[in-house]
């Protein structure tokens, strides 16, 4: 299992686009992804799920994935906050 | 009556899009697996025409098609199908159970507090009407082929709707719920289409080919209008389009009177993403970018990294054009927890600005560090707020030569091009402006501020606005002063402040001298066009006269005068 906080640094938060690539990523990994804010856990591969933690800018989110492919998710998830989802 | 949130004036037909009937068919007649094989249908299907809507969207609308991308998702979600599916079980029919799933959602985003997700609520409304449109075996709303010319009335309007949309056939949308940032009002405001929301009940009200016309500006909306209405609105309309068409032509030109002289006109943004909206319209080159989102709205300091890359798009946006940043300007005025800053009772006068940067330093380093790092992706002026004296001016560049020795050693590039300049709002600094000069590379003369410091005019108190006046013969004295003792030095004047873009204070302000405005990303072309119809040399002339005279009002009244 690997856990780690990331800092949102988009201007609009996770809105649509940023949380349908957070999606995809972690709809394509075998390993259960979940990501925690506010000691509160969200299915990230549910773009509902996603949406309704209204993450804004400056939060920070915790990013849990537990699987067999978990390094090479957490490598995807890593790159998309690193690139602010391309914005 | 509704909010205009695209400006334009729309005339014609109304086509009025229904929504699906309140009343969905509950209990289910079908046995459980008959009800999953009627949702997985419709699941594949709408996922189906979503794609293909995404597809074409790509092609017209660019960025706008990632937002199908998450209804596409919404389609394959697990917690919403683990939902819908439960509630099969429990004998619902496959309509009533996606509706139940995708109200539980959307009021979910619909209640939290952030404008941007509440507005995201009607798009997974959107994929929820698709669905049941399909299982109710209802046509979808299709506005790919429309046989002429209409206002389009609806509830809201939906990301597949304005995708697919028959750009060429809308004159405007209309509808019932949304607010400046709901999907339409982006949507129109990018395709330049009049549009009004939160007409509330618009749809139950107007009926299909109902004659109607709106003001996408003051969201004024008059339906079957008199052949006078209709009149009035029609000259208005024939106006507008004029104007657009024409000043559209001088978005690639230059800056110049007809003598000859150039200046530059630039915009004022709030985030690098306004640079798009300031090349629109035709900017050359950001004359003031306020920092403060970076700061506002959170409980950390941005780091240096995000300041840097904020600072570095707005620089490439605009390259080869200058961008004049303008460093953290906030006082107690402004809620920000982390910089500790007092409620004061004068906070104009107070603690902010380039006095708390002077103070906390490693604050403005940081920020300065930003700025020098993202100066090698295109043309970058930094510009100190607040300045009243010789010594912020020495201490704030003596923090920056700190920062760019600590940028050599780490072997960090830096352009050797940054300017550096101050803004004159406080008239203490206007009045030695030339000693000043000495120092900078460019004044940018802040009005707003000036004004208030020079009348004593709080300019948020309403009961004394009338006396905030930009004509007033002291504030022009000490600007042309400012222009006046800039130049003796070799450097340019520019002004960023509300009086830069007024058209009645242009040609003194141009025939002062001054070189750079820079205003509203709006009002460029605008400015750009008077200045083009203007003689400097004659202008130049009308100085001195209009400085002689006595009172605002008058100075008002003789420069619209001189301006029609």
Same mark, same amino acid.
């Given at each position: 299992?690997?856990?780690?906080?990331?800092?949102?640094?988009?201007?609009?938060?996770?809105?649509?686009?940023?949380?349908?690539?957070?999606?995809?990523?972690?709809?394509?990994?075998?390993?259960?992804?979940?990501?925690?804010?506010?000691?509160?856990?969200?299915?990230?591969?549910?773009?509902?799920?996603?949406?309704?933690?209204?993450?804004?800018?400056?939060?920070?989110?915790?990013?849990?994935?537990?699987?067999?492919?978990?390094?090479?998710?957490?490598?995807?998830?890593?790159?998309?906050?690193?690139?602010?989802?391309?914005? | 009556?509704?909010?205009?949130?695209?400006?334009?004036?729309?005339?014609?037909?109304?086509?009025?899009?229904?929504?699906?009937?309140?009343?969905?068919?509950?209990?289910?007649?079908?046995?459980?697996?008959?009800?999953?094989?009627?949702?997985?249908?419709?699941?594949?299907?709408?996922?189906?025409?979503?794609?293909?809507?995404?597809?074409?969207?790509?092609?017209?609308?660019?960025?706008?098609?990632?937002?199908?991308?998450?209804?596409?998702?919404?389609?394959?979600?697990?917690?919403?199908?683990?939902?819908?599916?439960?509630?099969?079980?429990?004998?619902?029919?496959?309509?009533?159970?996606?509706?139940?799933?995708?109200?539980?959602?959307?009021?979910?985003?619909?209640?939290?507090?952030?404008?941007?997700?509440?507005?995201?609520?009607?798009?997974?409304?959107?994929?929820?009407?698709?669905?049941?449109?399909?299982?109710?075996?209802?046509?979808?709303?299709?506005?790919?082929?429309?046989?002429?010319?209409?206002?389009?009335?609806?509830?809201?309007?939906?990301?597949?709707?304005?995708?697919?949309?028959?750009?060429?056939?809308?004159?405007?949308?209309?509808?019932?719920?949304?607010?400046?940032?709901?999907?339409?009002?982006?949507?129109?405001?990018?395709? *330049?289409?009049?549009?009004?929301?939160?007409?509330?009940?618009? +749809?139950?009200?107007?009926?299909?080919?109902?004659?109607?016309?709106?003001?996408? *500006?003051?969201?004024?909306?008059?339906?079957?209008?008199?052949?006078?209405?209709?009149?009035?609105?029609?000259?208005?309309?024939?106006?507008?389009?004029?104007?657009?068409?024409?000043?559209?032509?001088?978005?690639?030109?230059?800056?110049?009177?007809?003598?000859?002289?150039?200046?530059?006109?630039?915009?004022?943004?709030?985030?690098?993403?306004?640079?798009?909206?300031?090349?629109?319209?035709?900017? *050359?080159?950001?004359?003031?970018?306020?920092?403060?989102?970076?700061?506002?709205?959170?409980?950390?300091?941005?780091?240096?990294?995000?300041?840097?890359?904020?600072?570095?798009?707005?620089?490439?946006?605009?390259?080869?054009?200058?961008?004049?940043?303008?460093?953290?300007?906030?006082?107690?005025?402004?809620?920000?927890?982390?910089?500790?800053?007092?409620?004061?009772?004068? $906070?104009?006068?107070?603690?902010?600005?380039?006095?708390?940067?002077?103070?906390?330093?490693?604050?403005?380093?940081?920020?300065?560090?930003?700025?020098?790092?993202?100066?090698?992706?295109?043309?970058?002026?930094?510009?100190?707020?607040?300045?009243?004296?010789?010594?912020?001016?020495?201490?704030?560049?003596?923090?920056?030569?700190?920062?760019?020795?600590?940028?050599?050693?780490?072997?960090?590039?830096?352009?050797?091009?940054?300017?550096?300049?101050?803004?004159?709002?406080?008239?203490?600094?206007?009045?030695?402006?030339?000693?000043?000069?000495?120092?900078?590379?460019?004044?940018?003369?802040?009005?707003?501020?000036?004004?208030?410091?020079?009348?004593?005019?709080?300019?948020?108190?309403?009961?004394?606005?009338?006396?905030?006046?930009?004509?007033?013969?002291?504030?022009?004295?000490?600007?042309?002063?400012?222009?006046?003792?800039?130049?003796?030095?070799?450097?340019?004047?520019?002004?960023?402040?509300?009086?830069?873009?007024? +058209?009645?204070?242009? $040609?003194?302000?141009?025939?002062?001298?001054?070189?750079?405005?820079?205003?509203?990303?709006?009002?460029?072309?605008?400015?750009?066009?008077?200045?083009?119809?203007?003689?400097?040399?004659?202008?130049?002339?009308?100085?001195?006269?209009?400085?002689?005279?006595?009172?605002?009002?008058?100075?008002?009244?003789?420069?619209?005068?001189?301006?029609?």
């Amino acid at each position: 299992m690997i856990e780690k906080e990331y800092m949102l640094t988009n201007p609009q938060g996770l809105h649509a686009r940023p949380a349908s690539l957070l999606v995809q990523a972690a709809t394509q990994s075998k390993s259960a992804v979940t990501l925690i804010k506010n000691g509160n856990e969200y299915n990230a591969k549910s773009i509902l799920g996603i949406l309704s933690v209204g993450a804004q800018k400056g939060d920070s989110l915790i990013i849990r994935i537990d699987g067999p492919d978990e390094v090479e998710t957490e490598n995807k998830i890593q790159a998309l906050f690193a690139g602010n989802f391309g914005e | 009556m509704g909010i205009g949130v695209s400006p334009g004036i729309a005339i014609g037909k109304a086509l009025v899009l229904k929504e699906i009937p309140s009343n969905l068919p509950k209990q289910s007649y079908h046995n459980n697996e008959e009800e999953n094989q009627r949702l997985d249908k419709c699941l594949s299907t709408v996922r189906h025409q979503l794609e293909n809507i995404r597809v074409e969207a790509e092609a017209k609308l660019g960025d706008m098609a990632q937002i199908l991308d998450a209804q596409i998702l919404v389609t394959q979600d697990e917690e919403l199908l683990t939902f819908v599916r439960g509630k099969l079980k429990e004998g619902l029919t496959a309509e009533a159970a996606v509706y139940d799933g995708v109200e539980f959602y959307a009021n979910l985003l619909a209640n939290m507090d952030n404008d941007y997700m509440r507005e995201r609520a009607a798009d997974i409304r959107d994929v929820g009407q698709r669905m049941i449109r399909h299982l109710l075996g209802l046509e979808q709303s299709n506005l790919t082929h429309l046989t002429e010319s209409c206002i389009i009335v609806a509830h809201d309007l939906t990301p597949s709707d304005t995708a697919t949309m028959d750009q060429e056939r809308v004159l405007g949308f209309v509808t019932d719920i949304g607010g400046r940032t709901s999907h339409t009002a982006i949507m129109a405001r990018t395709l *330049e289409i009049p549009a009004i929301v939160g007409t509330v009940d618009g +749809t139950s009200i107007i009926k299909t080919g109902d004659m109607m016309v709106f003001d996408g *500006e003051s969201g004024e909306l008059i339906l079957n209008p008199s052949e006078e209405t209709l009149k009035v609105y029609s000259a208005k309309q024939k106006q507008d389009r004029e104007n657009k068409a024409r000043l559209q032509t001088l978005k690639e030109q230059p800056s110049m009177t007809l003598d000859g002289r150039k200046v530059i006109v630039a915009a004022n943004i709030g985030t690098p993403k306004d640079c798009e909206g300031a090349l629109k319209h035709g900017a *050359e080159g950001v004359g003031l970018f306020r920092t403060e989102f970076l700061y506002l709205n959170r409980d950390t300091l941005p780091s240096e990294e995000e300041q840097f890359q904020a600072y570095k798009a707005a620089l490439e946006a605009m390259a080869p054009n200058s961008v004049i940043i303008r460093t953290l300007d906030v006082g107690g005025d402004k809620e920000i927890p982390y910089l500790g800053l007092a409620k004061e009772s004068n $906070p104009f006068l107070g603690y902010r600005a380039i006095r708390v940067c002077l103070r906390q330093t490693e604050i403005f380093k940081t920020q300065l560090r930003a700025l020098l790092r993202a100066s090698v992706y295109g043309k970058l002026g930094i510009m100190y707020p607040m300045i009243s004296g010789l010594a912020e001016v020495r201490q704030a560049n003596a923090i920056l030569a700190v920062a760019k020795a600590e940028l050599a050693a780490e072997g960090i590039a830096v352009s050797p091009d940054v300017e550096v300049g101050i803004m004159i709002e406080i008239p203490s600094a206007a009045v030695i402006s030339d000693i000043l000069a000495k120092e900078v590379d460019f004044f940018s003369i802040g009005t707003n501020d000036l004004i208030q410091y020079t009348t004593a005019v709080d300019r948020l108190n309403e009961n004394i606005a009338s006396l905030y006046s930009p004509y007033h013969p002291g504030v022009l004295r000490l600007v042309q002063k400012v222009i006046e003792n800039g130049h003796k030095s070799g450097i340019w004047v520019g002004m960023c402040g509300e009086a830069a873009g007024d +058209t009645a204070l242009i $040609p003194l302000l141009l025939g002062m001298g001054l070189d750079e405005f820079s205003m509203s990303a709006i009002s460029v072309l605008k400015a750009r066009e008077l200045i083009g119809q203007l003689n400097y040399a004659e202008t130049q002339a009308w100085v001195p006269e209009i400085l002689a005279m006595g009172t605002a009002e008058e100075i008002k009244e003789a420069l619209l005068l001189k301006s029609t």
